[in-house]
């Protein structure tokens, strides 16, 4: 069975631009939530989109903003981008039902911006 | 952003050596998970925790909730060289499916 998928995996943007990443969640998962991962740190938690709709909001400024489609794929689109926005991004897809919240990583996208 | 305490920062131990490692929180956490991540790759999830006491094994490695449910350990049993890597905890206490990840914990282990 095919993993969490993202793409690009790898980009390269200049300060100002705007970015779009994708995400496509295991197949049965209806929940995709996004993470920043900057350098020598831990995960953070951007959003959590469920059915389409959001169900959290980490502490990201307005920049950020996601979507979640009928297919349950989802993007993540970041404005303005700024230097402190290089991160690795990561989807990572849930059952988000009854007493399963495990969460399944994809690889990420390398996002560099100059 | 917050984070979870995580100890040891990092180990370096010899191949076969047991390795423990362990999280803590100031706040109570309904679930906890650990992962193992490779440079340059998305977190592979390793244990999933979800009552306060439960000890769940995966092979050499196993994880404990902790009776407090602010805490949970993960003990790796006779390493081996592709045991290297970052391993995370994460929480979860709401909700959402937000995770609070660990400050995460370096693995170098010499063959």
């Known amino acids: 069975d095919a993993g969490v998928t993202q793409s690009p995996t790898h980009l390269i943007k200049t300060r100002g631009q705007q970015v779009t990443l994708r995400c496509s969640p295991i197949s049965g998962h209806k929940s995709v939530s996004w993470y920043q991962q900057v350098l020598g740190q831990g995960p953070q938690f951007i959003f959590q989109y469920y059915e389409k709709e959001e169900r959290g909001r980490g502490n990201f400024p307005d920049r950020f903003s996601a979507r979640q489609f009928p297919n349950y794929s989802s993007e993540l689109n970041v404005n303005a981008l700024l230097l402190g926005d290089s991160a690795l991004y990561l989807c990572?897809?849930?059952?988000?039902?009854?007493?399963?919240?495990?969460?399944?990583f994809g690889p990420g996208t390398r996002l560099t911006v100059t | 952003g917050q984070q979870l305490n995580q100890s040891p920062q990092s180990m370096f131990i010899q191949e076969g050596e047991d390795v423990s490692m362990n999280c803590t929180s100031s706040?109570?956490?309904?679930?906890w998970l650990w992962y193992k991540q490779d440079p340059g790759e998305g977190p592979v999830l390793l244990i999933a925790?979800?009552?306060?006491?439960e000890l769940t094994s995966n092979g050499r490695l196993t994880a404990q909730f902790g009776i407090t449910r602010k805490d949970s350990f993960l003990n790796i049993s006779a390493s081996i060289p592709s045991d290297v890597g970052i391993y995370f905890c994460a929480g979860r206490g709401g909700a959402t499916n937000k995770l609070i990840f660990g400050t995460g914990t370096l693995l170098a282990v010499q063959p």
């Open positions: 706040s109570i956490f309904n679930t």
């Open positions: 990572a897809s849930s059952l988000y039902t009854g007493s399963t919240y495990e969460q399944y």
């Open positions: 925790l979800y009552k306060a006491g």
